[in-house]
């Protein structure tokens, strides 16, 4: 599977941490390259460092998705603040057993980009 990695909160540090439990947690994990990109929908905000990682796991689907919201909150994820403001760490399903499952991957090119690294490709 592969998931998609975005942070703009102490950027470096939060994604370190967040690949630190990732390879604790799942096997086979490899990142593609980190970019800045600009924000998304709020503009007057820190640039975001936007890649993706592609890894295995046991867990299903719904579980992993869980999985992931608790890795934002223990990195801090302030979940009041608005949809597109800052956050210290966004972690989403991209790619689930070959399937591509985020829209997403169609409206952001560093998200194809970082994908199309990790092998899968559209």
Not at 12 to 31: G, W
Request: charged letters at 30%.
């Amino acid at each position: 599977m592969i998931i998609s990695i975005g942070s703009n909160i102490n950027p470096t540090e939060n994604i370190r941490k967040m690949l630190a439990i990732l390879q604790a947690d799942c096997a086979e994990l490899r990142v593609s390259d980190l970019v800045t990109t600009k924000p998304i929908g709020i503009e007057e905000q820190d640039d975001f460092v936007n890649g993706a990682a592609s890894l295995q796991t046991e867990m299903g689907q719904i579980e992993f998705k869980a999985y992931l919201k608790s890795v934002e909150d223990r990195l801090g994820r302030d979940r009041t603040l608005p949809k597109f403001g800052p956050r210290t760490m966004d972690l989403d399903i991209v790619v689930w057993n070959g399937q591509l499952i985020d829209d997403d991957y169609f409206t952001r090119d560093f998200l194809r980009d970082a994908v199309a690294s990790l092998g899968f490709i559209k």
